[in-house]
């Protein structure tokens, strides 16, 4: 059995590895960074499990060698087998697994990271990873296989991708006490026109759907603060110097009556649904990845 693979050299888990690794970086050159002779050593690795395969898994477009759509299949392959090995070596001495969840900075602050401490105590030789991604981000790496678990928005499921539903993500206003006005009623075109606001300006789909609500209700958008992500804008809540537009699962970071909040309809066509998302294979390639599945999926439930 296998006769085929063992009968010419060229094959080894070193050369796989290597394959997985330009692959995460994109290129040989990014890689092994400013490491000529590094890079050389792992033209040459290519270069044989080329020879061996009998196709180029590696090709260079113009300085850069990158790998070919058959060197790309061959690492997701060579990556399920290297994992499947290093979880069964894990098994046999009684030591940790590890898990990856991919998430935005605010899911995994407000969300995942309150809520994985139960999950630990049903899984003690189970470990996380956590990884700040963009929604297109996390999509890839579950697709070739480097994301175990995803958090995403509904309309961002890949074909082939498994996924829960998570629940709604919705918004909410929140304005210091020391910006309050004293004699209108507090609306959004209030906050927009007129408060000094913090904003997530890095999720394009949120960022359109504000200004959308913005036309329709007759606001501009004049961010007095740019931020990349939401813990950001809360974090400059907390001054007392600025509103922002939060996650409602945001505001539990907050001591009671330090800031106002502001919720209605306006705020609705913000809402998004939150799916945990994986890659059937990882299933098939990692024990208790499944029950693993059912449990982030209970526990992270909004």
Known sequence: MFESLFSERGLSLDRLKVLIEVHDAGSIAQAAPGDPVRQSQYSRQLRELSEFFGCEVAQRRGKILKLTPQGERLAELAREHLRSLDDFR?????????FSIGAGDSLIQWLVIPRLGPILTKFPHTHFATSNLRTN????????????FGIIRKNAVAPGLKSVSLGMVTYVVLVPDELMPR????????VLNELPLATQTTDGQFTAGLREIAKTIGAGISPALSCQSFPQTLAAVRTGRFATIVPAMAVRELAAGAV???TGDE???L???????????LVRVRPNAAKLSMALHAALRM
Request: with cysteine; proline share 4%; aromatic share 2%.
């Open 267 to 269: 705020l609705r066509p």
């Open 137 to 148: 981000e996390i999509v890839q790496q579950l697709t070739d296989g480097r994301l175990d």
């Open 271 to 281: 809402a998004r649904e939150a799916m945990l998302a994986w890659n059937p294979r």
């Open 90 to 98: 894990a098994e046999c001495r009684a030591e940790s697994t590890v």
């Open 183 to 190: 004699k209108k009623k507090l609306t959004l075109k209030i």
């Open 260 to 262: 106002h909040k502001l």
